[in-house]
């Protein structure tokens, strides 16, 4: 409490006693799979195409996640999450350009020892890297100079290096600071040489591709603690959705059995359901048409999950590498058109009806028969129709229970549960008493009455769409004896027009006849 001693006017700030809830963002992606290079098992925060390429590189062949992530942003997507796996223990998994800097033979035709210098990034970057041998600023009779160039241009300077032990050395120096290369001693007879002076450019760098990688189901996993695989994006909030395109890669290269997938896939799920506040985009195996893919579906998959999804088929697009037309999995281009949906119309528009960029056409055009077969299951199929394109046409759940059907649904209540979460922390050790309750109830049904206002929540009235209970009947004393405070909250959220159905009569003389 102040203390008021002398006569005068005293001026005080006081709280309102409550603070808005704020939405939180409903459409940051993550993609698992193979990358060129860029980090390995480090969620990295990617917000354009360019900024995948300058960390991970372009397109591999035999893998799909440079075509996710492209998907991504072509389709709508804003901000995505990257996770590398399948580098082998490797921070590049590609062979690294190299040179070596070998002064002439000793007496007697013997190799001297010399230096060998490599790319620190592997792959064909490392071609655009050269080192020029000059002559030290200060001369002496072993020391020089060393320029790192990158794409003719100089990059870094290393003065005054020396063959000998010491903080100047050219190993102990160049390993310690330079970002593009790596020097090492080479085997040879007698006492290090001096390099010969002269430009190098280094050469020999090639791409990894998905081929060459051996990954095993538990590198996609990964582990919470060590912050590996897509277990590591328990650390990352931000997420809500999830996605693993090179799953599929492995399988088509018989690096992991039907079995394994189908393994990694439930971790896909219970990750989701451990979080709440993400959803599993599942690719299908490859090559199903569409009796098969209600077989896997229903029989060998039987997966059962409000926080998981599946689209099918799989999408022919243009691959940038061969020039050739390639299929590869839905879940990036689907990933990015909930990202457009979210930004265009909100989160609880139900995600379909919304037209696939970039896709030529599909691996297996359906009927309306077999479509009629897949709905109920909880396929969400991508249909192409003449003169409206290639468009997502469903919005399920993998799950079973009624209330949970609507993807949109889920992802709506993703969305208040996490603002609300957010938006009270405040309330933590705040005096449990009517003015609280009162505090709480008012700043939740301000939010709400938003969320209403944009449509999202099925009523005429605020009334109608949504409570907000908190007051001496759900908070006993009991309850507050031991600290707890419960707010109850309802919402009536919209769910899709999925079928559409006009009846149609006969109109005459002011009689109608129903058909």
Not at 365 to 376: A, C, F, R, S, V
Not at 425 to 454: A, H, I, M, Q
Request: hydrophobic letters at 40%.
């Amino acid at each position: 409490m102040p203390t008021y001693l002398s006569p005068g006017v005293y001026v005080e700030e006081v709280s309102s006693g409550s603070k808005p809830i704020e939405g939180v963002g409903t459409a940051v992606a993550a993609f698992v799979g193979f990358a060129e290079r860029g980090p390995v098992n480090d969620p990295t925060l990617v917000t354009n195409w360019t900024q995948f390429t300058s960390k991970f590189g372009a397109f591999m062949p035999g893998s799909y996640l440079a075509h996710a992530v492209y998907a991504y942003f072509l389709n709508g997507g804003g901000s995505a999450y990257v996770v590398r796996i399948g580098a082998n223990g490797d921070a590049n998994g590609a062979k690294a350009a190299r040179a070596e800097l070998m002064p002439a033979p000793a007496e007697g035709g013997n190799a001297q020892k010399g230096y060998a210098i490599e790319a620190l990034e592997g792959g064909a970057t490392g071609d655009e890297i050269s080192v020029e041998i000059a002559d030290a600023s200060e001369p002496n009779d072993d020391a020089f100079k060393l320029v790192v160039k990158q794409n003719g241009r100089e990059s870094e300077v290393y003065d005054n290096l020396t063959t000998r032990k010491g903080p100047n050395n050219v190993v102990t120096k160049v390993k310690a600071e330079s970002k593009l290369i790596t020097i090492e001693e080479t085997k040879g007879s007698g006492a290090l040489a001096v390099p010969p002076k002269g430009t190098f450019a280094l050469s020999g760098g090639e791409a990894p591709s998905a081929t060459s990688i051996a990954v095993e189901p538990n590198e996609y996993v990964g582990s919470a603690a060590d912050r590996t695989g897509f277990a590591g994006l328990e650390a990352v909030d931000e997420v809500t959705m999830l996605a693993v395109p090179d799953l599929a890669a492995a399988l088509q290269q018989e690096m992991i059995t039907l079995e394994q997938f189908k393994s990694v896939q439930l971790a896909m799920i219970a990750h989701c359901e451990l979080m709440a506040d993400r959803v599993a985009i599942l690719d299908p195996p490859p090559a199903l048409n569409a009796q098969r893919i209600k077989e896997w579906r229903v029989d060998d998959a039987g997966y059962d999950s409000k926080y998981a999804t599946l689209y099918w088929p799989w999408l022919k697009i243009m691959d940038p590498l061969s020039g050739a037309p390639t299929f590869m999995p839905p879940s990036g281009t689907v990933s990015g058109i909930w990202a457009r949906n979210d930004d265009t119309r909100g989160v609880h528009k139900a995600p379909a009806n919304e037209v696939c960029r970039g896709v030529v056409s599909l691996e297996t055009n359906i009927t309306k028969g077999e479509h009629d077969q897949l709905n109920p299951v909880a396929v969400n199929c991508i249909r192409s129709f003449p003169g409206q394109g290639i468009r997502v046409w469903g919005a399920r759940t993998l799950s079973s229970d009624p209330e949970w059907r609507y993807l949109n649904v889920r992802r709506l209540f993703n969305y208040v549960e996490e603002s609300i979460l957010r938006g009270t922390n405040w309330v933590v050790f705040e005096p449990n008493d009517y003015k609280l309750w009162e505090s709480v109830t008012r700043t939740g049904e301000s939010f709400l009455r938003r969320v209403w206002r944009d449509g999202a929540l099925f009523g005429q009235t605020a009334a109608e769409a949504f409570f907000v209970k908190c007051d001496a009947e759900n908070n006993p004393p009991e309850n507050r004896d031991v600290g707890i405070l419960t707010v109850e909250i309802g919402i009536a959220p919209v769910k899709p027009a999925e079928f559409v159905v006009f009846r149609i009569s006969q109109f005459a003389d002011g009689s109608g006849l129903s058909e």
